[in-house]
């Protein structure tokens, strides 16, 4: 299946190996202290344009929507886009992290998932997993995050189908929670999916599914505001989490921190320098960072962190500003 939206822009599609091509000192190393970019609202490059907006909006935006759509309909959809590549040419730009927002249209009685960001996309959640699958069928040495949250107008029903077609794409290549994923050991067993999914009732039942990232949102337009709020939470180190359940199981983890500024500009140290896959703002247009090991940023314009648990269950924390591994 090709992607739904053919782009113009020039992909650096030597990143598209990048894990395979990473040191054997780092196979070892738990996925949660390596570096992964990713991309933030993977899917709004095919928002559609003739879309309702979201279930999930205020009702002043519906309002205002409806009463002058020829005003406020463009300004949505103007701020709603952060990415201009498919999701194939993401992961062969090197994200290794994809922000899959997930929803069902109101009042649509089919089964039909779509992804959202105030308005819905054009493509289906269904045939953008069978797209992913294709890609890393020829990438087999490649591992990435599915982050499955949001879940506007979900039913148990919904989740079940969701859950049910995630499991039938993917099969052996996702990763159970009960492992300290590395890569090496993911390439012994064949993994390469590890799914965050943000529904605790549905993690429980399924090995398959782990915890959801915990997002902390930078929310500053500029660039020296949010390497304040970065460095900030970074000397907080990196939270503990207990899981619903499991009080003994304590995980400490960073979120994934979220800034406002479009694009990445230089990363001074010897360490940043090794991150800067897919962070050319002329390819991924926001760019989400998730971070397991310390790091310091300078003059970076848009970066999104997620620090990873030390745990069984959930490696992962999601932030929105700055870390070492995701996008």
Known sequence: MEGPLQTSVDVCHENGQWMSRLPE???????????????HDTMTYCLDKNSAVSGNESKLVKFLNKCIPCIVH????????????????????????????????????????????????TVTVQDVLWEVLKWLETHPQEVIILA????????????R????????????????????????????????????YEDDLEVEKHRELWPAIPYWWGNKTATRALIQYLE??????????????????QRAGAPLLRGQTEGVGAVQS??????????????????????????????????????????????????????????
């Open 148 to 159: 499955c949250r949001n879940f506007d107008g979900l039913t148990r029903r919904l989740h």
């Open 161 to 196: 189908h969701l859950i049910a077609r995630i499991k039938e794409i993917f099969h052996y290549k996702l990763c159970p929670r009960n492992v300290v994923p590395t890569l090496r050991s993911m390439w012994q067993h064949g993994h390469q999916v590890i799914v965050s």
């Open 270 to 327: 010897a360490e940043e320098k090794a991150l800067r896959v897919c962070m050319n703002k002329e390819r991924l247009s926001y760019i989400d960072i998730l971070i397991g090991a310390k790091c310091s940023l300078q003059n970076t314009d848009f970066l999104l962190y997620l620090w990873g648990f030390n745990s069984h269950s959930n490696p992962f924390v999601q932030t929105s500003g700055s870390s070492i591994w995701r996008a």
């Open 74 to 121: 463009p300004v949505i959809m103007k701020w709603s886009t952060t990415q201009v590549l498919t999701v194939t040419e993401q992961l062969e730009a090197g994200a290794r992290y994809l922000d899959f927002r997930i929803a069902h249209k109101a009042n649509d009685p089919s089964l039909n998932l779509y992804f959202v960001h105030m308005v819905y996309t």
């Open 25 to 39: 000192k780092l196979w070892d190393t738990p996925l949660y202290n390596l570096a992964l970019p990713g991309s």
């Open 232 to 249: 900030r939470m970074k000397r907080r180190g990196r939270p503990v989490v207990i899981h619903k359940g499991h009080e003994d199981d």
